[in-house]
């Protein structure tokens, strides 16, 4: 049974359909993104999965049960990390958690040796005593985090955690999600840097103006392209040499070059490239340098909606 | 108890704030201090008296003076205005040239006071001659009586004119109650202010609303970045039903509003030895209004989108309506339509309670009514905030 199970998901604004049919699923241990540019019902949708915002149609399950803004049972299985920074700026770190805490049922002792255990997630343990408001922006998102990770929920959501942090603090917030899904927690992520989702996320779906356009792993996705993995090699001499060699190794679609250069196109560049390398040596080709190019979600989603993800 | 923790934190980040503690822990102190200075009459008072030389003249000039007031006698009455006008004096009091014959001669004599207009202690001091006046008009009366039913027995022998005379002054000496006699003085109406009151008394109610209010007012400011922040729907997605998320916020407001209240009453008897009378009706009036305030806090704090707004109306509203209802200016001295409007601000009504059991030693029955109209206000402000408040969460 999914963790979080959404479907025909509906929200709307007046004329404007926000959120319109969504449906999918998150397994335990997964990671799922939502990909999609301003304004696509990335939020929209969460706030209902949350239940924070009530919906005009459709159905939120987890773990099974019936879930809406009423619902205190399945709030208790959620960690919500919101796309603001809902924090009191006057108050500290520990004190923001310690409410935050007693919200979601902790008492006084397994507060503390939680708020200790999630401090220390974040980065944060050596200034939890200091108001939020002398924070940096990129220390505020990871309290914003660890508040998220309090009630150690089964499942976790993340609107946009990432946004405008320093690439300490973005890389601190990538590995503790990874560590957090490597322990079995179900993960909803939005973003739109496709960089994150393609390091982050098991599963992605593409939204744009409150629809789920595309869904699938990221491979899965990019085979919706017409567009394979690139491998270029710039090699010492002897290029002509090696051509027929390349073609013939498994995966390889297409081998070319001239005297500098050598151009592949592959199946799955990755994988393939120990290979290459080998049959190089072999035939006495030195390599001096290598270059990857594969299609990305960016391109995924270029070619679905026909416009850029970010503006 | 998630209500009373989300109470607590409302507290603890008002007190966060520095110049919080200042605005409401020092401020009303001096407020009350300087307030009861300035219509308390706590401070010296000066009054002139011309024509002042004959006995009677003297009697009533003497009277005049108390501790808090002193008085110069002046030869001319034009000197004893000009030190008026030039403000040298607070008041001064013109006695007429026939005073004392017009008196013995059981007739009604006029004395003038004279002030700058618009100078509260020459209100004061007015009120305290007037009542000194009242107070010597009345033994005159008496003795005034006594002479015309003859005097005194055995002093027939005596001329016609000495003998009434010595009878006004026996009949006088016996009113003025050397003799064991006791003139007792009827006034008409109720004076709102008794001689004797401390000034202090009837500064710090007053105050103590006006604080309460405008505190609890810009508490709101704190749920409104509550909400504009976000934490309020992080609050919601956390497994807390939106009515004690309510109740808590609600809680918040009416917490700051009671300590505002208790901590002017309490500090207030401790620093000034104010005397705040029957502690069940002076409970019930801070208790019903901090609720008033603590319900228009959440009511604002509800509304309003962001908190630059937020202290606007709370300074606009709390100022404003304290001083329509009678905290800066006193309400006592509002008349006619003024002061039916100012009835519509639940300051007039707590002004009203507490006049009743400060100054009046009213008890609880005593001040049911501004009692029921504060209800009435905190019950529905409370109503009307929490509806708010539950739309703005679940929006
Ligand atoms: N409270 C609201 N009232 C009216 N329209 C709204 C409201 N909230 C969101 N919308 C609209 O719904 C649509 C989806 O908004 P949403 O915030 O879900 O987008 P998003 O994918 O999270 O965008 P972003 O990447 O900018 O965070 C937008 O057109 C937005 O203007
Ligand atoms: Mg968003």
Redesign the pocket.
């Known amino acids: 049974m999914p963790v979080l199970e959404i479907t025909d998901l509906t929200?709307r604004?007046?004329d404007?359909l926000?959120?319109d049919h969504m449906s999918f699923a998150v397994e335990e241990g997964e990671t799922y993104g939502?990909l999609?540019?301003?304004?696509?019902?990335?939020?929209?949708?969460?706030?209902m999965v949350v239940g924070v915002l009530d919906r005009d149609g459709g159905e939120v399950l987890i773990d099974g049960l019936r879930h809406d803004v009423t619902s205190v049972k399945t709030k208790a299985l959620i960690g919500y990390v919101p796309?603001e920074l809902a924090l009191y700026p006057d108050l500290t770190a520990r004190e923001n958690l310690r409410f935050f805490g007693h919200l979601y049922g902790l008492t006084a002792r397994p507060a503390r040796m939680r708020i200790t255990e999630v401090l220390e997630l974040v980065e944060l343990h050596e200034r939890a005593d200091e108001a939020v408001t002398k924070y940096s922006g990129g220390m505020m998102r990871r309290l914003n985090i660890a508040i998220g990770l309090l009630n150690r929920p089964r499942l976790l959501v993340l609107?946009?955690p990432t946004a405008g942090v320093d690439p300490h603090s973005r890389n601190a917030i990538l590995e503790s999600v990874q560590r957090l899904a490597a322990e079995g927690v179900a993960t909803l992520y939005?973003t739109?840097y496709m960089e994150e989702a393609e390091r982050l996320c098991d599963r992605v779906g593409i939204?744009d103006a409150?629809h789920m356009l595309a869904e699938g792993t990221r491979r899965e996705l990019v085979g919706l392209l017409d567009e394979h993995d690139r491998v270029i090699l710039r090699v010492a001499d002897g290029a002509a040499r090696a051509v027929p060699t390349l073609r013939d190794l498994p995966g390889v679609l297409k081998a070319g070059g001239e005297d500098g250069d050598l151009e592949l196109i592959v199946n799955e560049a990755r994988s393939l490239l120990p290979a290459i390398i080998g049959a190089l040596g072999e035939a006495g080709v030195e390599v001096r340098s290598v270059e990857v190019r594969e299609p990305d979600l960016e391109s995924v989603f270029l070619h679905i909606t026909g416009k850029a993800l970010r503006d | 108890m998630k209500p009373l923790a989300i109470a607590l934190l409302n507290v603890r980040r008002l007190f966060r704030d520095r110049s919080n503690i200042f605005f409401v822990i020092i401020t009303p102190f001096v407020m009350i201090f300087l307030m009861g200075l300035l219509f308390g009459g706590g401070r010296q008072l000066h009054v002139g008296v011309a024509g002042g030389t004959t006995p009677l003249a003297d009697r009533l000039a003497t009277s005049l003076g108390s501790p808090s007031i002193q008085v110069a006698r002046f030869g001319s009455e034009e000197r004893l205005l000009a030190d008026v006008e030039r403000g040298r004096l607070h008041g001064g009091l013109v006695i007429p040239a026939g005073y004392e014959a017009t008196l013995r001669a059981g007739g009604r004599a006029e004395v003038r006071y004279v002030s700058r207009p618009g100078d509260p202690a020459a209100a004061d001091l007015g009120s305290r001659v007037r009542w000194a006046v009242s107070r010597e008009a009345a033994v005159l009366k008496a003795a005034q009586f006594g002479a015309a039913e003859g005097g005194t027995a055995g002093r027939a022998d005596a001329g016609a004119d000495a003998g009434a005379a010595s009878a006004f002054d026996e009949s006088l000496r016996l009113a003025s109650g050397n003799a064991g006699v006791d003139v007792k003085v009827v006034t008409v109406g109720r004076s709102e202010i008794p001689p004797g009151f401390g000034q202090f008394a009837f500064s710090a109610p007053p105050l103590l609303l006006l604080y309460t209010f405008l505190t609890a007012l810009t508490a709101s400011i704190g749920l409104v970045q509550t909400r504009r922040l976000g934490i309020s729907r992080r609050m919601y997605a956390s497994p807390t039903p939106a009515r004690t998320i309510v109740a808590g916020e609600a809680a918040g407001r009416l917490a700051i509003a009671l300590l505002q209240s208790l901590l002017i009453m309490l500090g207030s008897a401790v620093l000034f030895g104010v005397d705040w009378g029957d502690p069940l009706g002076a409970a019930a009036m801070v208790i019903l209004f901090a609720l008033v305030g603590g319900g228009a806090a959440t009511l604002l704090g509800a509304l309003v989108g962001n908190e630059g707004v937020a202290i606007s109306v709370s300074v606009i509203l709390g100022l404003g309506l304290g001083a329509l209802g009678g905290t800066m200016v006193p309400l006592d001295s509002f008349e006619g339509t003024l002061r039916t409007i100012a009835h519509l601000t639940p300051h007039a009504w707590g002004y009203d309670g507490f006049a009743e059991l400060v100054r009046h030693d009213a008890d609880l029955p005593g001040i049911s009514s501004q009692l029921g109209v504060l209800a009435g206000y905190a019950a529905v402000l409370f109503a009307l905030g929490s509806w708010c408040l539950r739309r703005a969460l679940v929006?």
Do not use: F, M
């Open positions: 929200k604004y007046g404007l926000a959120v939502l999609g540019p301003n304004g696509a019902g990335k939020t929209t949708t969460i706030s796309q609107d946009e939005t739109h939204v409150g | 929006r």
